[in-house]
């Protein structure tokens, strides 16, 4: 096979920076498969990788990209075929095994999902870590006893990838779904998705969170982490459920243990890295059924593998809306 192109991170000077590399499959980590990458997509870990921002690597150097759906072309694995079309997510991939922003990637079979019925490679890609992400809490809360007759559910980082499909997700399996986001200029972009309200972040008065508020919530999804989390926790309704998912505003959780002990709230932490592959496989297919997003193709933009570089930034602004899918031909 002849050299093909993949965007590797080196580290130079102590400080992560990716370029683009002329490879060949030699140069990949091993595994069983090699698959012919159709599309990788651009999440916010992705970005703090790729420019040194977090200390996402750990291993150098890497070919970044935690995603990737495409087509097998060589199999060491009895479970998959030369021409099956897999998904790849999560586990190290892109952050200390060679992930999906080449053309040619080789992966552990047991980090391949085979594509569910019904799911294209490009949608696969405009889920991604985001979808599975949002896709797996709403299956945990569920699990937890969520449904939609208990109450309204909350969605914090409402216009990023995570939320857009967590709002999507939601309102598509009948929850009344309110957004909560700091950009109030985007209301109507929440509606479209399904959310019946939209809640702007800067009418929240975080300085002053009660041990317990209003309860207002059966359901909540945060991606911000600290006093947002912490003002969710406290206006949730009796056997309310919190799906913390993310730390885009901060790590730090100041709260009390009063929703917990006097409501019965659950505070439920989604893994989306090492999920058992059976609940992996599951969640999947209900990203391909029941919980089919309505507007995927409305908050998806498609770049270049070339334009890649150029979306790192506006992720970590805050400044990107919705998903981000590579196209690796293009």
């Not at 970005?47 to 291993?59: D, E, S, Y």
């Not at 499909?165 to 929440?190: F, Q, W």
């Not at 508020?213 to 919190?242: F, H, K, P, Y």
Request: hydrophobic share 45%; proline share 4%.
């Amino acid at each position: 096979m002849n050299k093909f192109k993949a965007y590797r991170i080196r580290e130079v000077e102590k400080k992560a920076t990716g370029r683009f590399e002329d490879l060949a499959l030699d140069d990949l980590d091993p595994g069983e498969l090699v698959v012919r990458v159709a599309y990788s997509s651009v999440n916010y870990k992705d970005a703090l990788a790729a420019t040194g921002t977090g200390k996402i690597i750990r291993r150098f150097p890497c070919i970044g990209g935690i995603d990737l759906s495409g087509t097998v072309t060589e199999s060491g694995d009895p479970r998959f075929a030369r021409g099956d079309a897999v998904i790849c997510t999560s586990y190290d991939l892109g952050v200390a095994h060679d992930g999906g922003y080449a053309e040619y990637a080789r992966v552990p079979a047991d980090w391949a999902v085979p594509m569910p019925k019904g799911m294209s490679l490009y949608e696969a890609m405009a889920l991604g870590t985001a979808g599975y992400t949002a896709g797996l809490a709403v299956v945990r809360m569920e699990a937890n006893g969520l449904a939609p007759a208990n109450g309204p559910v909350v969605v914090s980082g409402a216009t990023g990838g995570v939320g857009s499909i967590a709002i999507d997700v939601l309102s598509r399996l009948g929850y009344s779904v309110t957004a909560l986001t700091g950009k109030d200029g985007e209301a109507d972009y929440l509606r479209m998705l399904g959310a019946k309200d939209v809640m702007s972040r800067k009418g929240l008065d975080l300085s002053k969170i009660k041990p317990l508020d209003r309860a207002t919530w059966a359901g909540a999804v945060d991606n911000l982490g600290g006093e947002v989390l912490a003002w969710m926790a406290s206006t949730m309704m009796q056997g309310g459920t919190i799906a913390s998912i993310g730390l885009a505003a901060s790590m730090s959780l100041n709260t009390t243990v009063a929703p917990f002990i006097l409501r019965g709230v659950s505070l439920l932490g989604i893994d989306s890295g090492y999920t058992p592959m059976a609940q992996r496989r599951e969640v999947w297919r209900r990203l391909a059924a029941d919980m089919r997003p309505a507007h995927l193709k409305e908050m998806t933009r498609t770049i270049a593998f070339d334009e890649l570089p150029g979306a790192f930034e506006g992720l970590l602004k805050g400044a990107a809306k919705g998903r981000i899918v590579v196209d690796m031909a293009a």
